[in-house]
């Protein structure tokens, strides 16, 4: 039961992160555009709190984008999943964790593994 609750309280956090940061992406994007590329790179390359901030947050991009090509046995999918990982963020990560904690029915083995991997 414990382990229930837990996976509930994960997936309501998934929920309110994915929300939250749809609408805020959304006022973003109503008042700068689709622009985001040179805002996030110039800001690396002015070697300032918000590009380090950008750099340190790129490194989670890609232990995340690793992480889904890797749970996926790094086949076409998972490299496909890992790609839109990357450039998707927590947009993407949130949705995916829902689907793949739906299945993983309260395992935080599953969850983190994949059904291959936690089966051996």
């Given at each position: 039961?414990?382990?229930?609750r837990?996976m509930?309280?994960f997936?309501?956090?998934l929920v309110?992160?994915l ?8 006022v973003?994007?109503?008042s700068h ?5 040179p ?11 918000p590009?380090q901030f950008?750099?340190d ?7 995340s ?7 996926h046995h ?8 890992g790609?839109i ?13 829902l689907?793949?904690?739906g ?5 935080a ?12």
């Open positions: 039961m414990v382990k229930d837990a509930l309280g997936r309501i956090l309110l992160m929300l939250v940061l749809i609408a805020y992406t959304g973003v994007i109503a555009g689709w622009n985001l590329f805002v996030f790179f110039g800001d690396m390359t002015a070697m300032t709190w590009g950008n750099t947050f790129m490194g989670f991009l890609i232990l984008g690793l992480w889904t090509a890797w749970r790094f086949s076409p999918l998972g490299l496909l999943l790609l990982a990357f450039f998707g963020g927590i947009i993407f990560l949130t949705i995916y964790l689907v793949v904690s299945g993983a029915k309260g395992n083995k599953v969850l983190l593994l994949g059904p291959r991997r936690a089966a051996g």
